[in-house]
Structures are given as C-alpha cells and as structure tokens.
C-alpha cells in the first residue's frame, strides 16, 4: 500500500479551502477574546479571511489556465475549472452572507461571533465539495457543510421559529445523511473502492468488478443524499419550514450554498462515477426535475409569505438545474450542461441573496413585515429598492434583461441538445418551459404590490446591507446584459477525472 | 452472477434468527410461569427501586457526555496513528498535529464558554 | 452616400437620451405648473430621429440595397457544434425604413400632441384628488416627467424592434416595447376605474395593464418556441442567413445548408428569383429531413410549425383572435399613448414581423391561409362589436383591431405590400382619430370644469345629469361641431379616410387589400368587405353622435376647442391622411412604396388596379354613411334618448357584450386556472399528499401492519418479548411529535416514499 506523502497532498491546489478551513479554526479561537460589543470584528476578520482565499483561488485560477487540472490530497480531490469556478460563487455568497447579517443580527439581538465562524465553516465545506474526487471526501465535505448551517439555523434561539427549523433540520438531514453514507458504504461493496475514478473503471468493467448490482443501488441512495441537499422533491419537505424559521441572512446564504454545494456533489459523482449507467439515472433525475418544478412552481402560486414563497421558489430553481444534470449525461452534451448548470448557479446565487436582502431591509425586529402585503406602495417611499426588488423578480422568472433569463436560456439550450433522442428530455424541457411562465404569476405579485398598490412600504437599509443590495443588483443586471465574459468562464467550468 | 459467496451470510442470518426464535420460545412454553409482584418488578442491581426510571437529568450531564466522546475519539484515532507512527513519517506527524490543534481549539472554545464549569 | 448609414445608431440613441434626461432631470426642469420643458425635450429627441430616418431615406435612394451596421457583440459563446452569436446590429433597408419612418414621424407629432395633452390630463387628476398648491404642482412635476421618460422609452425600443437583424433582437424590442405598453396604460395606475354606467368599480388601470401584459406574454410564448425551433433547425438567427438557409435546403440536405451564410448566396440572387417564377403556380414539396431531437421532420413541417408559432406571437402583439382582448382594456392609458403605441406603432410590430419573415411564408401556404383568415375573421368580429359601443376610444379601438386584421389578412395572402401601405397610411388616419378624440375629451373635461365651477367636483350627479359625467362617453356629446370647429374637420377627414372614400389615403391602401383578396380567397374577400361596410357606418355613427345634432350635457354645451399645441399636430396628420395614398398610387403603374419594398421583401409582388373592386367598397361605404345618417345625422339623438340599434334587442347586446369573448376566456381558462392552483395547492399537496398520503395511506397501513403484527403478541404467543418495531416507530413519532410539531415524521416518510420509489425502478431496470 502506498502511503500518503506530503508531496500528494498538494498543498498549493487544495490552499484556498485550506486557508479558509485553517482560519474559521483560528478565528473561533480568536472570536473568545473579543468582547461582546465589537463582535463586528469576528465579521471583518472572517471577510478578511475569505478575501485571503478568494486571492489563493484567484493563482490557482490563473495556474489552471495554464496547466490544466491537477488532483490533491492523494486523488481523493481534484482541483479542475469546475472545482474552481464553484469555489468562486461560494466565497461570493459568503461575503454576501456576511454583508446580510452584519447589521441584521444586532438588530434581532442575536449578535454572537459564532455566525461568522460557522459560516466558514460551511463555506470551507462546500469548497471542498466542488473538488471532491472520492466519495468519502464527498460525504466528509457535505458533514462540513451541513452540522454548521443547523446551528446557523436555530441562531435566532430562543425565538421557537428558529428553533424548529434548527431541529428539523438536524432530523431530517441527519436522516438523508444516513441514506448517502449507506450509498457509498454499497457502492464501496460493489466497485471496491470510493474514488470515483476507481468506481467508473469498476462499472465499466475494467477493473475488479465484483458486484455493479450493489453499486447501482448505491448509487439511487446517493442520489437520495444529494437530493435532499438539493431540495429536490420528494426530498423538499423540510425546505418551507426551515426557511421560514432560520433567520433571514442564514436562508438566504443556505438556499445559495447549500444547493450549489448539493449540485457540485451531484454532478461530479454521476458523471464521474456513474456514466455507464446514465440511461439510469438519466431517467430518475429527469422524473425528478420535472416533479420539482411542477411543484415548486405551483405550490409557490399560494403562498403569502415571502420567505415561504422563496422557499418554494428556490425548490423550482433546483429543478431546472436539475434538468441540467440529466441533460448531462450524453457525452456530447455534458461540457454545455455542466457550464449551463453553473452558469445557473451562479445567476440564482446573486439573484437570490439580492431578493433576501431586500426581504432582509422589510423584516421588522419582531421578525414580521415579510408577508407580501408588506410590499405595498414600496415604490413610492423607497423607489431604488422597488426598482431593485423588480429587477430580481424579473430575473427569478427569467425575463430579460436579468442574469435568470442568460441562466434558464443555456440551461434549456443543453436540455434541447439532450433530447435529440430522448423524449423524456424533451418533455421535462417543455415543462420546464410551461413552469417557469407559471412562476411569472407570483414572482411579479412583488412589483405589482410595489408599484400599484398603496401603502406605506417600511424599509430599513443599513449601510452593509446597501453595499450588498448594490453588488447584488449590479450583478444581476450585468449578467443579464454583457453575460459572455462570464459565459466563457463557466465554459471552462469542465469536469476532469482525478488525476 | 457471483452471488454464491453471500450464500454463507445468508444462512447464517436464517439460522441465528431460528436459534433465537428457538430459545425465546422454548423458555416460555417450556419454563413455569408463577408471577407475583415482587418477581414482575424491573431489576435493578438487587435494590428497592425507587421512582420512575424515566427521570430528567440536567443538561449538563449531556454536554459531558458529548465532550467526552469527542476526547474519547481523539484517544481512538490517536492509538493507531501511535503503531505505524514510524512508517508514516513527517506526514503523519503534521496529520496528527492538525488533528489535534483542532481538537485543542474546541477545548479552548468550550472551556472560554463555561461548559466545564459545573455551575 | 453609404457612409451616412453608419450614423443608424443616433436614431435609437436619441430616444434613449431623453429617458435619462427626463428620470433624471425632468422633475428639476419644471419649476413651474405650465412648465413644458420635458415635453420639449422629448418631442426634439423624436424629431432628431425623425430626421435620422429622413437622412436614410435619402441613403437608400441612392443604394437601395441598404446596409447592416454593427453596434456590438452581445452574446458570442460556444464552438464545435454550438455556437451562439448574436451581435446587436443595425439593419436598414427599404422595409425597416418605411417603419423607422412612419415611427419616428407619427412618433414626433404624437409627442408634440402629448406636450399640451397632458398638461390637462394631470392637472384633472391632481383636482380630482383634491390635490393644490405645492402639492398639485409635485404631482404634476413627477407624472409630467414620468410620462415623457416613458414615451422617449417606447419609441427607442419599437427602433430596437424594426431595427433588428435577427430575431432574438427583434425579441428584445418586442419585449422592450411591450414593457412600455404596460407601463404608459398603467400610467393612472392610481385612479379608479369606471364602468359604463361611470360607478366606479374600483379597479385599477394597473389591472388593464396587467391584463395586457399576461395576454401578451401568452404570444410571447408562441415568439419564443419559434425561434428556439428556428435556431434549432437552421443554426443562425440572423435574418438573412436564416431566409438563405430555408431557401437552400429546399435543394440541398441540412447539414450542407448550415455553414452557409447570406453573403455567399448574395451571387446567386438571379438563380433565386428564376427559382421563384419556377415556384409560382406549384406547390413546392419541401421534403427535406430536418434532424430535430429525436424527430426528422420535413422542411415543410418545420416551416409551417414555425410560421404558426410566430403567428402566435403577431396575434398577441397586433392584438388578433384569439388574443385581442387586451386592446380595448389599454384605453385606460392617456390618449397620446393610445394613438402611438395602440394604433399606430406597437401594434403593427406583428405585420412588420410577418413581412419580415415572408421567405418562411412563402414556404408554408398553410400558415399563410391561417394568417389570412385570422386576419379576415378578426378585421370582421372587432368590426361589429365597434359599431355597438358608447366610449369614443372604445370604439376606435375595436376599429382598430379590425384595421390590423385588414392587414394581417393581406399579408397573409402575400400581399406585403398591400400590408405595409395599410399599415403606414392606417397610422396617420388612426393616429388623427386618436387624438382628435383627445381633443374632444380634452374640450369636454374643460366644458365640465367650466360648467360645474372650479372647485368643485364632479363625483356628485349634477341636476339633469342622469349619468355621472365621463367626458368619453359619446351619449353626453353631440353638436361639439359648434364649439371645437378645428376638432370636427379634421376628426371629420380621418373618419372618411379609415371609412375607404376616395381620393382619401384609406381608400388607396384598404382597395389594395381586398383587390389581394379577391384573388386569393373569396372566403377573406367576404370577411373584410362586411368588415369595411362596418367600418364605414361606425364611424358615420360615431361623428353624427359627437359632432352633430344638439349638446346632450352641460359639458357639452360648455365644450372649448384645444390649444394649438394639439391642433397643429392634427392638422399635420389630416394632411398626411388626405395625401397618404401618393405613397403607393396604383395609376400609370407607378407604385412608388410596391418599388421601393421589392428590395428588401423577396416576395413581394405589385398589385394592378381593380375598377370593380374599388367601385364595389366606395358604394358599400357611401351606403353605410348613408345608412348611418339615416339613423343618427337626420333625426339627432337627445337627451337622455336610446341609441335606435337597442331595437335589434339581443344582436345589439351581443355586440355591445363584445361577443362574450371575455366573459369566455374567463371560463375556460382564468377561472379554471385560479381553481387548478388552488387546488394543486390545497388539495394535491396539503390534503393528498400530506394528510391522505402520509397520514392515511403510509402512517395508518404502517401501525395497522404494527397493530396486525403486535395482535398475535397479545394474544400471548410472544407477548412483550418482541412487540418491539411498532412501538418503536410509535414512540419515535410520538417523542419527535413532541420535540416539534410532528410534521417531521412526514417529511421524514416522503423522504422515504422517495427512496422507494428510486430502488423500485433500479430494481426493475436491472433485476428483471
């Protein structure tokens, strides 16, 4: 057996999550010795942080540019334009997270260190997710992922809300947790080994295959695992509930980062590991996708709350990526549908911490003001924060000129290319399609409420919160507008074995 | 396909159940059954049990049970590092090292936090 | 002269200049109530592109073949097999520069219009909501800026629109132009609306706003799926190389016709042109494979799905059956925006579209029959619901839709020209018609003012007024000849012109029309002559009823004529409506705009004057007139008196009902839609699948299996050794119902169900 070196670990390729995960270490230390009031330290600190990282992955982009991917930690890890590109919207929604809560959490007199801490910490989970190459990293990196946003979840304690969030959760993801491990302990059993690369040679038949049967039904369990990260339905439930109850900044920064760190995983594995038996799994998610959208969409039609409707909405988001995936395992169509998946991860990331934001500057202290009546008449008082508001409705329906439109644009084009030959695809693309005119129906309530109702639309936008609002909608419209820069990133966002 | 070699596990399985349903069963209907209410009381280490078995504890007794299974998965992943600790080299030596400054920054945090203080 | 088609440009950039100036400025530029400063900004950005389109006019005369001018490259992604580029380039050519021309031109006289229509529109509705002093002038100062910021923005995006070289440009300005048209009918989002008996029914305008734009998203729809399949089946969006590509794979297989790209057909356009004599007569078998997924269809199939489809979008857009029913509503805008973007410009986008996309028709007979008889049916429904309506717009708006079905109908019958002109002259007529209805609600709103003193308000029924006053009811008008005397004549020379009486330009473009049809189908002939008698009558009813005959109100008694600033406009357009038909006059074979098209639309063909035709709709109009003065001009209506259609009893209410139309749609589909949602929301997700699935079918068969399995344990064959998995589970759910509320245990359950379901199928894909 050959044992690990240092040399394997590669310390340069795997530093920007190193840098992260190290210091989210040092600064729960640190956090101890600042006192209460200036806990706005620990924030710039974690932001200085991320800032640290973002710099370490801004060498490796370039080192990837000029010699390709490289693997880490023995091969258990990859570090591949996908990986690199994925580790980008991360550290972004983190700085955005941060910006949400720095002065939402004073303001609900909740402000303890442990926010920033614990959000890189699921920041440094999700990084080493995207670089995943071995199915035991995968499960290591979605714990890391996971444990800190239960906490973050119920960090509004002791308002009950909060609490039952964080306690569903916890139930039901480390159920779904359960589901995954399982996955990989019968896919271990049936390919005789967790990297994916190893697990492909297994199927396909090159190497000691003993059992694929097993692997296969690992493979349906892992997607179980994933799906729940995903919010995929059947597996959406806890969605509503834990959104409605974990405090604002929290939801916002779970239902970008959970879900991108939730795809990162998903694509990787089955297209890595399971090609062969894409016309397996191909159908699942395609069947998935088009159950998700369906319900999300139509569920989020009834919804009055806010937070509630985004919940439903970010479970409809979810299926259109989905539809991504399943378009992705035809070899020829996977470079488009991965950089389409991405590129739609990255527009639903800054779209949706935009929506959040302006949900955030609405919630009075008593965590009220976030029902849709609370819209009314926003146009006249705060007119730049109507116009942002429209403009990410806009974007989450997928009306130009906003960065959804670019992002559902691409994602159908690969599911078109797909369903050349596959009529499911075809189908789940129409619905798609179908949904996402349905999901105009409530996005554009919010603008309607703004601009032709009356009302005296209370707002409240601490500086932070501006900065954030402001990159935010920026972001959004820009990548509406000139997406080809961006476009051509996400081009390079392509998929690499190990090794 | 090579299913035979579970073969073996699963007659292992039927039969340990068998066994088992066997000697449940046989010392119910075999065994005599004189019940008196001294007998139907649970056991519990010989003494007069006093209250229900189901009361509540402080909290505290959870936050050290769970501090001490941390410590106590330190000490497993430790013991194997410390047999092949040789063979492994520097690298173990640095994978250890990080395991264990993590660790020590979780006691730090509790200990700053007054979980270890009884009251 | 070819470098001057480089400064294209300039005509959209113009517009866009004073919506910046006006969102940013306009407030600061009226310091006081009479203030016109940005109206007169607005109005010299449209001039300024007015010009521009002149100066290309003059461009193309001297190199008809026009020019592309690229401004930049907005998406450029892919390579291999998928490659996307869409630059944002300027096309102008003879077609888009009769459009630039009759927008920007219409545009800037409508603008002018506006600076002075508005002024009265505000200040009636600051009065109406007891606004005065700072506030009022706030007010003002804000909707006045608005409006125009909103305006410039229209005519900006409808240059984007006409402007396009391909069509997801093309898209963008129908998208751009349709978010305008939401906007400007929302403009009093804020007042309440009436119904026809003037209660107000508190509806808002934003609700007509809304209506149009859900209904137009419904052809967007259609627009969208079309050039999905267009891109899909030829590669390219580009106008040019699509219409190259169709063309070519007519001979040759797909997959040699995909690289090919207009420029390197461009040699080959005699060989075109025999191709088409050679088609003319025969239908052409297109029985090409178009590789679609996992479909081959025919070229033919192909086409004609994508004509369909954008067909669709051309219904919504021009407001056509099934989708018009948006039009009447967006009256609710001020009347400058009815007459721009609802009669004159917007509107006709879907023509324009259709001609635009005339080498794919050309390819599909059957969709052009669909268009054209859609086209008949619609000009002939909105026809006769128009001549039962009361509200001066309303009517003109159906007139409307019936005007754009006249040319929807002519193009497709192939008869683009014949479109075009109708469309170009129906814009001078129409937009005379609006405004001149602006004047006169202008002048009634200011007789009512005048009769009822100024600082009070009119909600309160006054005296003899039976109906609450609504300065568009056409029932409170009459004899207004004798106090807007500028207003009649002109309103007089529009109606005769739309009505088709010669030498008038209606007549010339409306004659070409159904010269088309009679030659074509006899079936759309019919449609559209009745649609024309229709026509004629209404508005012979419409001008006896408002401008003859005696004041049936007060405010009519007190009605004043408009200022200048509004008459002058007018009178410009009554000038352009009387010679409009210079423009493409049939005598001697002249056909300057039938000449002037041929360059740009493939498959145009020039129409010979028809005696019989024209002799046939002049006396069908003279009669309608005749018959219209029979019923209103001789014997005038009174006060309080009936309109003499009510004695056809249910026709009349069929008609004044519109036909039902929404009354249907809101059947068929917006109630059972809201139903749908409710009940996928309720029932399917709560009721089913939370309490019935999970807690019936899952949680119940779960204990009874417990209960069945843990009976015989009571019964004493095991006893309380192993009842264990039921109450297990039991005493999970009761104990995590007690940490929460117990929907855990369901949500856990449907996580489940999920894990099932998968391991079914992977079970039965691959062990059976």
């Known amino acids: ?499 | ?119 | 002269m070819d470098g001057l088609f480089s400064i294209v440009p300039l005509i959209i950039l113009a517009p866009f200049t004073g919506v910046l100036i006006n969102v940013f400025f306009g407030r600061k530029l009226m310091p006081r109530r009479d203030s016109v400063a940005p109206g007169v900004i607005a109005s010299s950005m449209a001039g300024f592109s007015f010009l521009i389109a002149v100066l290309m006019f003059f461009a193309l005369l001297a190199n008809p073949a026009g020019a592309e001018v690229p401004v930049l490259t907005w998406i450029n992604v892919g390579d291999g097999d998928f490659t996307l580029h869409i630059p944002w380039t300027l096309k102008v050519d003879t077609l888009s520069s009769v459009m630039m021309l009759v927008v920007t031109g219409v545009g800037t006289l409508i603008h002018i219009y506006a600076i002075g229509y508005m002024h009265g529109d505000i200040d009636e509705k600051a009065a109406s909501r007891g606004l005065e002093g700072e506030e009022a002038l706030d007010f003002k100062r804000r909707r006045y800026a608005r409006f125009f910021a909103f305006f410039n923005l229209f005519l900006g995006s409808m240059l984007v629109l006409v402007t396009a070289n391909n069509y997801l440009m093309m898209f963008v300005g129908w998208e751009l132009v349709g978010l305008c048209s939401y906007l400007l009918i929302g403009f009093w989002f804020d007042s309440p609306e009436k119904n026809e008996a003037g209660q107000i029914i508190g509806v808002l305008n934003s609700s007509a706003g809304r209506k149009a734009f859900v209904v137009n998203r419904v052809g967007d729809f259609g627009m969208l799926l079309a050039i999905m399949l267009i891109f899909w089946s030829f590669g390219t969006l580009e106008f040019d190389d699509v219409f190259a590509r169709a063309e070519c794979m007519i001979e040759a297989p797909q997959a040699e016709c995909l690289t090919l790209s207009a420029a390197e057909l461009a040699p080959q356009g005699e060989g075109e042109a025999a191709a088409e004599e050679h088609g003319e007569g025969e239908a052409r078998a297109l029985t090409t494979p178009i590789a679609l997924g996992p479909f081959a269809p025919t070229l033919g199939v192909v086409v004609t799905a994508i004509t369909l489809l954008l067909l669709l979008g051309a219904t919504g857009k021009s407001a056509q059956i099934p989708l018009f029913v948006w039009l009447p509503d967006a009256m609710a805008g001020p009347t400058p925006v009815s007459a721009l973007i609802h009669a004159a410009t917007m509107v006709t986008a879907g023509i324009y579209m259709i001609t635009r996309s005339n080498v794919l028709y050309a390819m599909a007979p059957v969709s052009g029959m669909v268009v054209a008889v859609i086209g008949g049916a619609t000009a002939f429904v909105a026809a006769s619901i128009a001549v039962a309506q009361f509200d001066i717009k309303r009517v003109l708006a159906y007139s409307t839709i019936s005007q754009l079905g006249f040319m929807i109908a002519a193009v497709g019958l192939g008869g683009y020209i014949a479109g075009i002109f109708h469309l170009a002259t129906h814009a001078f007529f129409k937009a005379l018609l609006f405004l001149g209805s602006g004047s006169v609600i202008h002048g009634m709103e200011h007789g009512h003012h005048h009769a009822h003193g100024q600082g009070e308000h009119h909600d309160a029924p006054h005296g003899e007024d039976e109906r609450p006053f609504d300065p568009q009811d056409m029932r409170q008008m009459g004899g207004l000849r004798k106090h807007m005397p500028v207003t009649t004549w002109v309103y007089i020379i529009g109606a005769l012109a739309l009505a088709g009486i010669p030498p008038l330009a209606g007549f010339w473009s409306k004659d070409e029309i159904l010269l088309d049809a009679s030659l074509n189908s006899t079936l759309v002939y019919i449609l559209l002559t009745v649609a024309a008698f229709f026509t004629a009558f209404y508005m012979g009813r419409q001008v006896f009823m408002v401008f003859y005959g005696s004041e049936r109100t007060e405010a009519a008694r007190h009605a004043q004529e408009s200022p200048p600033v509004m008459t002058i406009p007018l009178i410009v357009l009554a000038g352009l409506s009387v010679v409009g038909g210079l423009i493409n006059l049939p005598v001697g074979g002249l056909h300057p705009l039938g000449r002037w098209l041929e360059e740009s639309v493939a498959n145009a063909h020039i129409a010979s004057f028809n005696i019989l035709v024209a002799t046939i709709s002049t006396v069908l109009a003279l009669v309608a007139i005749g018959l219209s003065y029979l019923l209103y001009g001789r014997k005038p209506l009174e006060e309080g008196e009936a309109d003499p259609l009510y004695s056809t009893g249910p026709v009349f209410t069929f008609l004044n009902r519109k036909w039902y139309w929404d009354e249907l749609y809101a059947a068929i589909f917006v109630r059972p839609y809201n139903r749908l949602g409710d009940f996928l929301a309720n029932a399917v997700d709560w009721q089913f699948w939370h309490d019935f699935v999970h807690d019936r079918i899952i949680a119940d068969a779960f204990q009874g299996w417990a209960a069945i399995l843990s009976r015989p344990i009571d019964l004493g064959i095991v006893d309380g050794a192993v009842n264990g998995v039921a109450q297990l589970v039991e005493s999970t759910s009761r104990s995590l119902r007690r940490v929460q509320t117990g929907y855990v245990r369901n949500y856990a359950l449907a996580v489940l169900m999920g894990v099932v379901a998968i391991l079914a199928y992977l079970a039965i894909r691959f062990l059976v």
């Open chain 1, 1 to 499: 057996m050959n044992l690990p070196t240092l040399e394997s670990i590669n310390l340069a390729a795997s530093l920007p999550v190193l840098i992260l995960a190290g210091w989210a270490c040092l600064l729960t230390a640190i956090d101890l010795f600042i006192s209460p009031e200036r806990k706005h330290w620990t924030a710039w600190l974690a932001v200085l942080g991320l800032l640290a990282s973002g710099v370490a992955l801004g060498f490796e982009a370039v080192a990837y540019s000029q010699r390709g991917a490289v693997s880490a930690f023995g091969d258990m890890a990859v570090v591949d334009g996908f990986a690199l590109f994925l580790q980008g919207v991360f550290l972004l929604s983190a700085f955005l997270g941060i910006l949400l809560a720095l002065n939402y959490l004073p303001r609900h007199n909740i402000e303890r260190g442990e926010y920033y801490t614990l959000l890189l910490f699921t920041t440094s989970g999700m990084m080493l997710m995207a670089m995943a190459a071995d199915l035991i990293v995968v499960f290591l990196a979605l714990e890391l992922l996971s444990l800190p946003l239960y906490v973050l979840s119920g960090f509004a304690h002791p308002r009950l809300d909060s609490e039952e969030a964080a306690m569903k959760y916890f139930l039901l993801g480390a159920f779904a947790s359960g589901f995954l491990v399982y996955g990989i302990a019968l896919t271990y059993g049936g390919a005789g080994t967790t990297l994916l690369s190893g697990v492909v040679e297994a199927l396909v038949g090159g190497g000691p295959a003993p059992n694929p049967v097993l692997a296969i039904v690992g493979m349906g369990l892992i997607l179980v695992g994933l799906g729940f990260k995903v919010a995929a339905v059947p597996f959406h439930m806890w969605t509503p509930d834990v959104y409605q109850g974990a405090p604002t900044p929290v939801t916002a920064f779970m239902s970008v980062g959970a879900k991108a760190g939730g795809f990162a995983a998903l694509l990787r594995v089955f297209l890595i590991a399971f090609p062969a038996t894409g016309d397996t799994w191909g159908v699942v998610i395609a069947i998935i996708a088009a159950l998700t959208m369906i319900l999300g969409n139509v569920v989020a039609i009834s919804q009055s709350n806010v937070k509630r409707m985004l919940a439903y909405s970010s479970i409809a988001h979810a299926g259109y990526v989905l539809v991504a995936v399943a378009a992705a395992r035809y070899p020829e169509v996977e470079p488009l549908a991965v950089s389409a998946a991405v590129f739609y991860l990255l527009t639903y990331a800054v779209t949706n911490l935009g929506a959040f934001a302006i949900v955030i500057a609405l919630e009075r202290d008593d965590g009220t003001g976030v029902e849709v009546e609370d819209f009314a008449g926003l146009a006249k008082t705060r007119p730049w924060l109507a116009i942002a508001m429209t403009l990410f409705m806009l974007s989450l329906t997928g009306i130009p000129p906003s960065a959804g439109m670019v992002g559902k644009f691409f994602v159908f084009q690969a599911a078109v290319q797909a369903s050349v030959g596959d009529p499911l695809i075809l189908t789940v693309t129409i619905i798609g399609v179908l949904t996402s005119v349905i999901s105009a129906f409530y996005y554009l309530r919010i603008p309607v409420m703004m601009y032709f109702r009356d009302g005296e639309g209370q707002a409240n936008v601490q500086p932070a919160l501006g900065v954030a609002l402001a990159l935010t909608a920026l972001a959004t419209f820009l990548l509406g507008v000139v997406p080809a820069p961006f476009l051509q990133m996400a081009r390079h966002a392509l998929l690499t074995l190990a090794g």
């Open chain 2, 1 to 119: 396909m090579a299913y035979e070699q579970y073969i073996a596990i699963g007659i292992l399985i039927v039969f340990s159940t068998i066994l088992a349903l066997i000697v449940v069963f046989a010392s119910r209907i075999l065994g005599p059954r004189r019940p008196s209410p001294k007998k139907l009381v649970p056991y519990e280490s010989g003494m007069t049990p006093i209250g229900p078995a189901m009361r509540r504890l402080p909290i505290k007794f959870y936050l050290v049970a769970v501090l001490f299974i941390l410590f106590d998965v330190e000490v497993i992943f430790l013991l194997p590092y410390a047999v092949i600790v040789r063979r492994l080299g520097l690298y173990g030596l640095i994978a250890a090292g990080v395991f264990v400054v993590i660790l020590t920054i979780g006691l730090l945090y509790e200990w700053k936090k007054g979980a270890l203080e009884w009251e």
